[in-house]
Every structure is written in C-alpha cells, then in structure tokens.
C-alpha cells in the first residue's frame, strides 16, 4: 500500500509533505512564510484573509 502522508493546502491547492496543521486545514510552508511576509496594503492579503476565515468559521461553529 502506498503511504500517502502529502495533504493539500487550502491556500494554493497543490499537495505538499511539509506544512502545518491549523485545526484540520493543512497549509503549507509556502504559503504560510508568503503570508507572513504579506502586508494589510497587499493585493493578496484579502485572499489570504478569506481562505484562514473558512477554518475559524469552522472551528467556532
Ligand atoms: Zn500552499
């Protein structure tokens, strides 16, 4: 049987073996160091914003 220890990451949808876990979303090193470096000001920063919304509407549900 094949091990499959890749996840996808809810930022960029692509699989990764390295990343982190927030609650039950995987996201991977990446995008979290790209988030880390985004500014409020960056064109991005929304988007990062929406995906990460998605786990705590999760999570407080
Ligand atoms: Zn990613």
Known sequence: ????RQKTCIICNEEKE???TVITE???TSCESEMV???V????YP???RQ???L???FNA
Not at 1 to 4: L, Y
Not at 41 to 44: A, S, T
């Open 37 to 39: 470096q985004t500014k």
């Open 41 to 44: 000001e960056d064109d991005r």
């Open 18 to 20: 390295e990343g982190i």
């Open 26 to 28: 995987f996201i991977c």
């Open 56 to 58: 705590w509407v999760r």
């Open 1 to 4: 049987m094949e091990e499959n």
């Open 47 to 49: 988007f990062f914003v």
């Open 52 to 54: 990460l919304k998605q």
